[in-house]
């Protein structure tokens, strides 16, 4: 990749106010040896002892360094080439525990998205022709300090608000979450997490006492049974599946899909069961591990409550009513249960055809469940495991400062309010004592005209967010909306009245937390363009700007913040005390938590209660139940199909902003949006294969193609979530207890546009 504007000030843009910009980067970034001056002949050769053990050396024209990839949760290491200390190309690294050499496309093409030509490189502010036009940092900050003022004056504090991401690294979403609560008075932000993973945090809380997925990714090759539900591994985490791929016990793989998925084509068993029929299927597996006596009663004496309740609860679900509702022979569901019970190591793994669901906390708990009933957690090869999407979705859950307290501490509890300011050497009485509205709540308070002011920062609400038919307008609401992001073309930033160009991977440092709960280092090794500025740097400027840079002096560079985050983590089941710092890392192929101060990191592959005891105060994981509720939206003769949405291919990436930009990528997947229907429903609509159609639902219409295939049971159709039109026709509606929305169920109609 080029570079193509040298950016002399590298990262400190125009700005009367320079100050706040002198942070140093902590791994000495190729760029500031390079530029910041020369290597001494004795820090060449040894450069471990000087801390320059991450540099590439100067004028070594094959330096390479190794940094964790900036899509998907799996967390691979890929080895970037440098020359002059600039990334030129990137292998997947073959000496890290996640992937060992592989990588999926879109880790070979991660450098691609940098060099765009759209990339944002100078904010840009709406003028009083409606356009939106180049201004420099400080008009920028002043803009961006002197609007949300303005609003939190007039309409109080919580009229400003701010939708982030799972996809900066932890460093930054917990300065964006520190800034925000503690510095700026706002109380209410939110992320694309809740898209996402809300329904799992909320049943591993719930379950287990804290959001803590027990797993390693070892166990993908320990399992002789892997049970994969409505997660499409193949596509969604391709070299996790390479892992399964990898596991030497002949395993019985079963996916619980109601697609033939890549991954469910694959599988040794494959459950085709009706949409949202999964509860009462885990119910009735429970049903049937219960009356057969298929349980591990020491393993429920010892670690597990609510047996007694949730062995009632699930007597309704006989093989029959269950076989009724999900569309599985009650033979099929007993060879399941078998399968289960003959299991030595048996793996449970979930991702978003539970998680997106308006009963998926229950969904995701009848899974863990299933696991605590049988034993089946805590040991090599198991789990009740929630895999997560991206990159640093597991650093959002704990460091983002939005639904818990820094370090999965709690804002409701006094002694974690008082323990994280004690850290920070902040005012306890700063920091909130209740945590944020969820994103779809704050999105309604934009509509009644109680926030006023929003800042989006790394998402792309306008495209993913479910609610798209009020989005548009919801956005429009607002008084003041900036967006930060790598590209001002998504279609969220072409609404913004101010743009922030940010630096995106690659142009910054800072840790990753991948599902196995690992830390992974992403390091800089290309210059963002123009005045982009890493999200890191904005907040330092933010900060100064608004007035509390104070508060945050000591946070003067990822690494700085990664260690107070360390102090704020201590004692707690996330703890990672015992990281003293990146080199830590990047020695030691990444570091899953806890590693708590003190304690030495003997092995690599570690999973949680191992000794049995969850986070609960009596130390027992609780089973937690409740009766499936109907699809809000069933078919109907007007809207006869269920729609189901999801990942299309290994190739493309959510809304598109970064796969679309390379050419490599976008010859792997169809450029528009189409819909994959059952070849009887085809026939009974006479579509042919390719036909233009628009596919429509009681709240929108798209233009789609048609692509006729099995792998969709009738009844049912597909569409890929990457293309823009896609939450035109989804029904906003939500888990009660994550708001996590429910992206996979609505009824449509799909008509001949020719
Ligand atoms: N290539 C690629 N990889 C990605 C991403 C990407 O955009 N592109 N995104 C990343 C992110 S953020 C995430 S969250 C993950 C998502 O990873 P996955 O969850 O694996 O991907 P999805 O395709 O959203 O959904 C998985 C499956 O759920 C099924 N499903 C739908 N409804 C139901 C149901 O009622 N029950 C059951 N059992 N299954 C159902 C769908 O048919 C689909 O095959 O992928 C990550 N990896
Ligand atoms: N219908 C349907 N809708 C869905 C889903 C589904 O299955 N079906 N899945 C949902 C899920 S699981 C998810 S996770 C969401 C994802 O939805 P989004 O988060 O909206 O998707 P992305 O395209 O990943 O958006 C990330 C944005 O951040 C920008 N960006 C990347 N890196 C950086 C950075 O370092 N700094 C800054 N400031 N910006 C950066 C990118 O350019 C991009 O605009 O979509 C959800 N929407
Ligand atoms: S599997 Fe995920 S982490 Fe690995 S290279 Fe692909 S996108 Fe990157
Ligand atoms: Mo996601």
Known sequence: MSIEQPNTLDESPATEKPSVLTNKLPIPSPFERVFDGPLTQEMLLEPSKF???????????????????????TGCSLTVHLRDGEAINLTPNTDYPVNTGMACPKGWEALAPLSASDRGTTPLLRNDQGALAPVDWSVAMEQFTDRFKAIQKEHGPESVAFLGTGQMPTEELAFLGALTKFGMGIKHGD?????????????????????????????FEQSDVIILVGSNLCIAHPIMWQRVLANKNNPEIIVVDPRTTETAVSATQHYAIQ???????????????????????????RNVNHYEEFKQHVAYFTPERVAEATGISVERLHYLARTIEKGKRVSFWWTMGVN?????????????????????????GTGANSITGQCNAMGSRLYSNTTGLLGGHDFG????????????????????????????????????????????????????????NLCGEILDRLDFLVVQDMYPTTETAVLADLYLPAAGWGEKDGTFINSERRLGLIKKVARAPGQALSDFSIFQLVAHYWGCA???KDWTDPEAVLKILAKISAGQPCDISGIDGYRMLDESGGVQWPLGAGHELKDNQRRLFEDGKFYHSDGKAKLLFEAPRKMPEPPTTAYPFTLLTGRGTA????????????????RLYPKDAYVEINPKDAKQLNLRPHQHVTVSSQRGRVAARVFVTPTVQKGQVFMPM???????????????????PSYKNCSVNIVSAE
């Open 51 to 73: 801390g320059l053990g991450l540099v590439p050396q100067r004028k070594q024209p094959n330096a390479t360094t190794s940094m964790v990839c900036g899509f998907c949760s």
């Open 191 to 219: 992320g694309n997490t809740r898209q996402c993973m809300a329904t799992a945090a909320t049943a591993y809380k719930q379950s287990f006492g804290f959001d803590a997925p027990p797993y390693t990714y070892d166990d």
């Open 275 to 301: 949409p949202k029929s999964d509860l009462t299927m885990f119910y009735g597996i429970a049903n049937i591990l219960i009356n057969e006596d298929w349980v591990d009663h020491d393993f429920i004496a």
């Open 356 to 380: 997106q669901s308006y009963e998926g906390t229950r969904t995701a708990q009848a899974i863990i469940n299933l696991a605590l009933i049988t034993g089946n957690i805590g040991r090599p």
């Open 413 to 468: 509890k006094p002694e974690h309010r008082q323990k994280v300011a004690d850290v920070l050497g902040i005012d306890a009485a700063v920091i909130p004592h209740e945590a944020s509205d969820s994103y779809d709540q704050i999105l309604e308070k934009v509509l009644k005209g109680e926030i006023r002011g929003l800042w989006i920062l790394a998402t792309n609400t306008a495209h993913s967010w479910i609610n798209q």
């Open 550 to 552: 104070e508060m945050f």
């Open 651 to 666: 190739s493309q990436w959510h809304t598109q902003t970064r796969t679309d930009k390379s050419s490599v990528l976008r």
């Open 722 to 740: 990457h293309y823009s039109e896609i939450n035109q026709l989804t029904l906003a509606h939500f888990d009660p207890y994550s708001r996590q």
